[in-house]
């Protein structure tokens, strides 16, 4: 852990972590507002996140997909590299930046495999359940340790462990869907999923303003 912060350290300064928060947001919102403003006729309550990919103006939603992507590892890298100056549990934060990295990493591939084709729509899928559930394990790591420092304030921790509630609910809901039972439930999927990917949005302009403004 400590090769991992002090290698971290040479290539950007942690005080620059909030920033490249507000860079990831601001990168996914650009794609998904061009690509959903070019897609005539797309309904958020009826169409995932991702079907905006098919659309006219796909190549906005897989390009803000894969900034937003590198962006967020740099912020996640930044917000663990903070909290490991006030805290002894470094297997913890081993963790949250092992699976961090793994829900950026497939957040970029989510967003480079995407379209029509059934074997880049079944990678888009893969990468897609792998994001979303690696993102609620490092979303709780991560707040579990802002709980446990007294330089970030508990709300910060209270908003990210509703996100974490959220995802789990998301990610129960999908695996449900596919039983003949419980198939109406991917009714809801597209609203649900469109509402975590806002506020896992809001978390990071939260988490990255309350950086910027403590310089942490």
């Known amino acids: 852990m400590r090769h991992i912060k002090k290698s971290f350290d040479k290539i950007v300064n942690p005080l620059f972590g909030g920033f490249f928060g507000i ?7 650009i794609g998904d507002i061009i690509a959903f403003i070019l897609f005539p006729g797309y309904n958020l309550t009826k169409k995932a996140v991702s079907y905006l990919c098919r659309g006219p103006g796909g190549i906005f939603f897989q390009v803000g997909a894969v900034l937003s992507g590198l962006f967020a ?3 996640l890298l930044s917000l663990a590299n903070s909290l490991y100056r006030n805290s002894s549990n470094e297997r913890l934060i081993e963790n949250s930046i092992f699976v961090s990295i793994v829900s950026c990493i497939c957040l970029i591939f989510l967003g480079i ?3 029509s084709n059934p074997i880049i729509a079944l990678l888009h899928g893969i990468f897609a359940f792998i994001s979303w559930f690696s993102g609620l394990l490092y979303v709780t790591l991560l707040n579990i340790l802002i709980l446990k420092d007294s330089r970030y304030s508990n709300f910060l921790a209270y908003i990210g462990f509703f996100l974490s509630w959220s995802l789990g609910l ?6 449900l869907h ?4 419980f198939h109406i439930l991917v009714l809801i ?10 506020l896992i949005m809001v978390w990071y302009f939260i988490v990255s303003i309350y950086m910027i403004y403590r310089k942490i």
């Not at 860079?23 to 919102?29: D, K, N, P, V």
């Not at 596919?178 to 039972?181: G, I, L, R, S, V």
């Not at 999927?189 to 509402?195: M, Q």
């Open 23 to 29: 860079l990831s947001i601001t990168s996914a919102i």
């Open 73 to 75: 590892i740099l912020f």
């Open 113 to 115: 495999f995407c379209g």
């Open 170 to 175: 998301l990610l129960v809901i999908f695996l």
């Open 178 to 181: 596919f039983h003949t039972p």
């Open 189 to 198: 999927l597209p609203s649900l999923e469109w509402f975590n990917t806002i």
